[in-house]
């Protein structure tokens, strides 16, 4: 069975501080995608970014990145020098060959304080 | 462009009543879901489809019943809506099933008296 575990249920910080949220993975499957995608409060749910499990570079886009270690099955999302504006719950999903399901981790919610 | 359009935003249904949801998307995508989404369980799949006059069911379809009669639209059925039907529900689009991009529409938010 897939499973995706985002054992942090809310994080606050203050603004500028950097934050990881932490999405922690099980499959059996040997070809799998993982994804990060973003619900701010307006509701609607943005895609921030895929990655396959032959891909194990680390990915940066501006104050974005993401760990991928499958040595510990981990897919960790970091923002660097957070603004109120990243305030928002997060989500981490995986895919395998195996399914069609896109299986979601419960979020995290990430509160920054001016 | 408009991508994923839901329909309607918000319902409040009786217990017992039957509704409608209607998803549209205007990208040409072949897959089309509907979630349900509930505080602290993140996103939940309840039907599916890979195609055109196809669907298959998820995680949760119980209760829930859908149709793809043309490419753009999926419609999801609530036949005798039950108070734990109280939901966000969203629909979603995507090209393939692994190319990851889910597209998403705004979100339908139903409450269940």
């Known amino acids: 069975a897939q499973k995706v575990t985002q054992a942090q249920t809310e994080i606050s910080v203050v603004e500028k501080e950097d934050v990881t949220l932490d999405c922690v993975y099980e499959?059996?499957?040997?070809?799998?995608?993982l994804f990060w995608y973003k619900q701010p409060p307006s509701g609607e749910l943005v895609f921030l970014i895929r990655r396959n499990s032959f891909d194990e570079q680390n990915e940066i886009s501006g104050r974005y990145s993401w760990n991928f270690q499958k040595s510990t099955s981990s897919f960790n999302f970091t923002i660097t020098a957070s603004q109120v504006v990243d305030s928002a719950v997060y989500f981490c999903a995986l895919t395998a060959d195996s399914n069609y399901q896109l299986i979601w981790g419960a979020g995290t919610k990430l509160i920054i304080k001016p | 462009n408009a991508g994923v359009t839901q329909t309607p935003k918000f319902r409040v249904l009786k217990t017992g009543q039957s509704m409608t949801l209607l998803c549209a998307q205007d990208?040409?995508?072949?897959?089309m879901y509907w979630y349900r989404q509930d505080p602290g369980m993140g996103l939940r799949l309840i039907h599916y489809s890979v195609g055109e006059g196809t669907t298959a069911k998820g995680e949760v379809p119980d209760g829930y019943n859908v149709s793809r009669l043309k490419k753009q639209n999926f419609l999801l059925g609530l036949e005798s809506a039950a108070p734990s039907q109280t939901s966000v529900y969203f629909c979603?689009?995507?090209?393939?099933?692994?190319?990851?991009?889910?597209?998403f529409g705004e979100g339908s938010r139903l409450t269940v008296l």
């Open positions: 990208m040409n995508h072949e897959y």
């Open positions: 979603a689009s995507s090209l393939s099933w692994n190319t990851g991009e889910l597209f």
């Open positions: 499959t059996r499957d040997t070809t799998y995608y």
